[in-house]
């Protein structure tokens, strides 16, 4: 490419950001007071805000501090969450029972011990499945919006679509909990394992017990509750696809399928970053999916078993954690969902918005 | 305009003749005694209208953190005050712990056809919550139930998943009939049950029941009776069938008395006697014996004034609601470690008028 097009380009990039061409206020002597004031004004609500973050992060560390003490970094890897302590009668070789001097038996106290694995499996697979579930249903959706819907329906379906995000999440628990628990467990739970215990490689997807509260009940609830965010997302980002490239592939004999297939293709960064702001959204959901997880603090390969994810172990445990390695123990849970909500939300950010999405526009 | 300022002055008049009372009493606990406190605090409030109790049941755990951290009057627990919870609250002495009520706990069950009355006894309990016993009709379960024909149906033991005073009285019963039991799980208000599905609260153990064929729990007598859940019978340590009641639980109370320890507390389970129900225990509630710290002389007398009338006269409501009323002797020590209560070392009237 001549390189006076692309200077021209940047040219008018830098004149279409924000802030280009207009006059900053300026906080120092001699500009007139009221615009200091009201610029100190805004600069201090933006760093209390951030203030306010750097405040949550430090108060988790210190309290998790005690935990990071006790179990070091195989915290993240134990799958033991015993909160009580255990005393164990002290058996020789052969099975009986060492006795002491006053002929009691010798007992060993077990102390608490706490292993984050088994939540963040939970939390891992329900995402991961509701992420499976929900992306067809929202790629979908957001296709029509774009390229089928007739333009005065757009706006109609969308309000629609996005009104499910308005909904509390309380109100998905309960409905979870009292309509979708015993539906799956009377109806779709014990056809789906005969099916599994059928299949010879599927073996390891059965389970022993369908409850109806377990990781697929989540899952949908999770489902329902992320596909507003990425049809949302998706729809913006597929709406930035330049008419000249439709058009382009439409000249060249594309049929609408093979059209709609590259549209997705230029758009796939942002597609990805709303596929992570839904996981995100997912991750550390809470209400919703502690009334329909099961509460189990274990790990199973079956979908229909029940399990607990990082958010439901805190809405279940927090209120009552009465010792203080426990509480220490959980807060280091909590510090680990915020770093994973952080990882998700800043890698989404960078791909709608940074650098993926610049990427997207400009390279093809 | 005037339709408008009248309503809005209706319901602010309403909403000011609510706040009559003058003193308010905030107190938090167990779910196990939670029907009968809410009893005992209308009862209370038409004998007294000036004081109003409010009561939170969030469960035994986050009754005696509340209580310690002092943001309650008075805490209520199925399991009592242990020696690092007693330190933390400044002592044994600077603690008034008393048994206000005895209730049973209860193996609901669903087992959807099933018309019979089931049996169990304390070790094949232990199993079927350690996950040992998987099914139904599994030998150990029709050894004891014969005649009775049980489904082949997958058991889903429920517990709780929260600090519960109610885990504590069946993990220490458990405890008692399983060495396995004790050394794998223990007892202790919050313990790591296998599999199973957990519920928040007595009533989330229920729900979990009532939803879920083929599901076990141990709930409170009050909420197996409410929400029509069948319960099995428990042989007791006399061998004996027992089915609960108020009657059996207060014949595993009579004992009490005679094992209770400097701080009031004693075990109700797994005690001997033709007519006893194993799986029972007292609920406690504790206050600070130095009321000072409440800054207010009337709450001091109303906290103390309430304990009493609960020990007392509020034991008639008990079997109402399907708990078991503390016997002569105990009401006397209770009686007793009541009357501690005390605003810097000045005995407070404990009337209950």
Redesign the interface.
């Known amino acids: 490419m001549p390189a006076g097009v692309t200077s021209i380009e940047s040219v008018e990039k830098k004149a279409a950001a924000p802030g280009a061409g207009e006059s900053r206020v300026s906080l120092r002597r001699g500009a007139y007071l009221p615009d200091r004031i009201l610029a100190l004004l805004a600069t201090c609500s933006a760093l209390t805000i951030i203030l306010l973050l750097v405040a949550l992060v430090s108060v988790l560390v210190y309290a998790a501090l005690p935990s990071f003490h006790t179990f070091g970094p195989s915290f993240l890897v134990h799958s033991?969450?015993?909160?009580?302590?255990?005393?164990?009668?002290q058996r020789d070789a052969d099975g009986k029972v060492i006795k002491d001097a006053d002929g009691e038996p010798v007992t060993q106290t077990l102390p608490p011990a706490f292993g984050a694995l088994p939540v963040i499996y939970g939390t891992a697979v329900t995402s991961a499945l509701s992420l499976f579930i929900a992306v067809p249903f929202s790629i979908g959706a957001a296709l029509f919006l774009i390229r089928i819907a007739p333009r005065r329906f757009v706006n109609a379906v969308s309000f629609l679509i996005e009104f499910l995000a308005a909904v509390p999440s309380i109100a998905y628990g309960l409905w979870g909990?009292f309509v979708l628990?015993?539906f799956l467990?009377a109806y779709v739970e014990p056809r789906l394992n005969a099916v599994f215990h059928r299949i010879s490689g599927l073996h390891w997807l059965a389970s022993?017990?369908t409850?109806?509260?377990d990781i697929f009940c989540a899952s949908l609830v999770l489902a329902i509750m992320v596909i507003p965010i990425i049809t949302a997302v998706s729809r913006d980002v597929l709406r930035t696809v330049p008419s000249t490239q439709i058009e382009g592939t439409t000249a060249l004999g594309a049929t609408w399928w093979q059209t709609s297939w590259e549209m997705l293709r230029y758009c796939r960064s942002g597609l990805f970053g709303a596929i992570m702001l839904g996981l995100a959204r997912a991750a550390g959901e809470t209400m919703a999916v502690a009334m329909v997880i099961?509460?189990?603090?274990?790990i199973h390969a079956s979908p229909f078993a029940?399990a607990q994810t990082m958010s439901s172990l805190l809405a279940?445990?927090f209120?009552?954690?009465?010792?203080d390695l426990h509480r220490a123990a959980l807060l280091e849970v909590a510090l680990a969902l915020l770093a994973m909500s952080l990882v998700f939300n800043v890698v989404a950010r960078w791909l709608v918005v940074g650098g993926g999405g610049a990427r997207a526009a400009g390279g093809h | 305009m005037k339709g408008l300022i009248r309503n809005i002055a209706a319901i602010v008049a309403l909403g000011g003749s609510v706040a009559l009372a003058e003193v308010r009493l905030q107190g938090a606990g167990s779910t196990f005694v939670a029907p009968m406190m809410q009893r005992w605090v209308s009862e209370y409030q038409k004998l007294r209208p000036d004081v109003q109790a409010d009561y939170q049941s969030?469960?035994s755990?986050?009754g005696?953190?509340a209580f310690l951290e002092k943001t309650v009057d008075f805490g209520a627990s199925d399991a009592p005050l242990n020696k690092?919870?007693f330190a933390q609250a400044g002592g044994v002495s600077a603690v008034v712990q008393v048994p206000v009520i005895a209730g049973a706990v209860v193996p609901g069950y669903n087992l959807p056809g099933f018309n019979g009355e089931l049996k169990l006894d304390g070790p094949v309990l232990a199993n079927i919550f350690q996950g040992r016993i998987?099914k139904w009709n599994d030998p150990k379960i029709a050894a004891l139930n014969a005649g009775l024909s049980l489904p082949d149906l997958?058991?889903?033991p429920a517990h709780r998943?929260?600090?519960s005073g109610t885990t504590f009285v069946f993990t220490s019963y458990l405890a008692t009939q399983s060495?396995d039991f004790?050394?794998?799980?223990?007892?202790?208000?919050?313990?790591?049950?296998?599999?199973?599905?957990?519920?928040?609260g007595n009533e989330g153990v229920t729900?979990?029941v009532e939803?879920?064929?083929?599901?076990i729990g141990y709930i409170e007598l009050a909420y197996a009776l409410e929400n029509k859940i069948p319960f099995a019978t428990m042989k007791n340590a006399d061998g004996k069938f027992v089915k609960a009641s108020p009657k059996s639980t207060s014949a595993a109370g009579e004992q009490a008395a005679a094992q209770m320890d400097a701080n009031n507390a004693a075990p109700l389970w797994n005690q001997h006697g033709a007519n006893v129900y194993p799986i029972a225990g007292f609920t406690y509630v504790f206050v600070r014996s130095d009321l000072s710290y409440m800054h207010d002389k009337a709450k001091a007398q109303a906290v103390a004034a309430f304990l009493t009338w609960v020990i007392h006269d509020g034991q008639q409501f008990a079997s109402q609601l399907d708990y078991a009323p503390l016997s002569a002797a105990v009401q006397t020590r209770a009686g007793q470690a009541i009357g501690r209560l005390n605003w810097s070392g000045a005995p407070i009237a404990t009337a209950s008028r």
């Open positions: 033991q969450w015993r909160p009580n302590e255990l005393e164990r009668i909990l628990a015993p467990q022993s017990s409850t109806g509260r099961g509460n189990v603090n274990e029940a279940n445990e209120a009552e954690a009465s010792s | 969030i469960g755990g986050g005696v953190k690092k919870e998987a997958a058991i889903t998943t929260d600090g060495v004790k050394e794998r799980i223990g007892a202790s208000k919050q313990v790591e049950w296998p599999g199973g599905s957990g519920g928040k729900q979990v939803s879920t064929p083929g599901a």
